[in-house]
């Protein structure tokens, strides 16, 4: 004997219609069965968070062990470079903190600077930090160009991997200018900027020479006109590059603080100042 699960009528077991209320037998609605729930998607969703967060932990453990080295021996930390994943993974962390710390510098001495300018993070950050990135691999590609002047067969990867060991050194002068800018050191932290640029250009041609030694060059160009070849490059991109983008990006950052007060006051200080040492 069976029961109807509609009207609860006692029927014969082979019965498949309930012969008081017609209801099909045999079939149960999925709302009479219990629904479970597991929760795979949320486990899953854990997972990929813990495995991040652990990928994380490895790469910056990776990178502080390789900071040390490379800012006291940098000639020598370049040298051993290769294109292994965590010497990638190394380079490209040190020349993206640069691209970005370089705006960072502006944005902040400007504050400093004019406390009434409210410099936008986009225009004094994000968007010089994009040109940046851009001018690096611009600079990566003209090394990489050179290194088959040499006649060696290098991968783009693999310049970019000594060239990211040579910039940790500009890059930790540039975040002290940071600091100093932050304490007030204004002069010091520009004089540290101008510093961290001019070694950027000579860790350019220390790269150069860092390929050489590392692949045992044997190139039909002498190593004066590949980097005279180098900056000529730089140069010209430069000029191009300036042209379709910069020059608008500089009109704007001019016209954003050329009419605030503060800009005048500064002009008029600096008049008074050399009007005193023109008096003594």
């Known amino acids: 004997m069976k029961t109807c699960p509609n009207c609860q009528e006692t029927l014969e077991e082979d019965a498949l219609f309930c012969t008081n209320c017609g209801t099909k037998l045999g079939e149960e609605t999925e709302e009479d069965a219990p629904v479970v729930h597991t929760p ?12 991040f967060i652990s990928q994380v932990k490895k790469v910056s453990k990776s990178y502080w062990h390789f900071l040390p080295p490379a800012l006291i021996q940098p000639f020598k930390k370049s040298l051993m470079m290769t294109e292994h994943k965590t010497d990638l993974v190394n380079s490209i962390i040190t020349l993206v903190l640069f691209a970005l710390l370089v705006p960072v510098y502006i944005y902040v001495a400007m504050d400093q600077l004019f406390p009434t300018l409210t410099p936008s993070v986009f225009e004094y950050v ?3 930090f994009f040109y940046l990135l851009v001018t690096i691999a611009f600079v990566i590609a003209v090394m990489f160009g050179l290194s ?5 067969s290098l991968s783009y990867l693999q310049v970019m991997s000594h060239f990211g060991a040579l910039m940790v050194l500009p890059l930790t002068v540039i975040a002290i200018a940071i600091f100093m800018a932050l304490v007030g050191g204004l002069s010091v932290s520009f004089s540290l900027t101008v510093i961290s640029v001019l070694l950027t250009f000579v860790m350019m041609i220390v790269n150069l020479f860092v390929i050489r030694i590392t692949y045992q060059a044997n190139q039909s160009v002498d190593l004066v006109y590949l980097i005279a070849l180098l900056f000529i490059a730089f140069y010209l991109f430069g000029q191009l590059f300036g042209e379709v983008f910069l020059a608008d990006y500089i009109v704007r950052l001019i016209e954003d603080f050329i009419y605030q007060e503060a800009f005048f006051d500064l002009i008029d200080g600096m008049m008074n100042e050399q009007y005193q040492n023109f008096m003594w």
């Open 40 to 51: 795979v998607e949320e486990y899953a969703a854990d997972e990929d968070e813990k495995d």
């Open 148 to 152: 088959r002047l040499m006649k060696l």
């Open 126 to 128: 994000l968007e010089p």
